[in-house]
Nanobody, 121 residues
Framework: QLQLVESGGGLVQPGGSLRLSCAAT????????IGWFRQAQGKEREGVSC????????NYADSVKGRFTISRDNEKNTVYLQMNSLKPDDTAIYSC??????????????WGQGTQVTVSS
């Protein structure tokens, strides 16, 4: 059964860092692009970053460029999101999803359950 599980969220002060993980089971991991999304309370879900199956192509929302870095380890079936210089506006539930056609332009297919990130002093 295809499954994604996020971890690594938590409470961090402004300016701090967190690393989120998205662990996959039940499918050939490197066939799929993976996207990170977030949804803040009262706001629509937005795309944060994505990475293709080989890791050769990545994409970032303008709001996180230069602060967040996406990577993947296909031997561990895991995608990471390193988040630095966190701001209160980064507070949200972060979820990962498989993207169709192994493309950052693909639509999301399978979702994880999400992990809460709270940036507050």
């Amino acid at each position: 059964q295809l499954q994604l599980v996020e971890s690594g969220g938590g409470l961090v002060q402004p300016g701090g860092s967190l690393r989120l993980s998205c662990a996959a089971t039940g499918f050939t991991f490197d066939y799929y692009a993976i996207g990170w999304f977030r949804q803040a309370q009262g706001k629509e879900r937005e795309g944060v970053s994505c990475i293709t199956g080989s890791g050769g192509s990545t994409n970032y929302a303008d709001s996180v460029k230069g602060r967040f870095t996406i990577s993947r380890d296909n031997e561990k079936n895991t995608v990471y999101l390193q988040m630095n210089s966190l701001k209160p506006d980064d507070t949200a539930i972060y979820s990962c999803a498989t993207l169709r056609r192994n493309s950052c332009q693909g639509t999301a297919s399978v979702w994880g359950q999400g992990t809460q990130v709270t940036v507050s002093s």
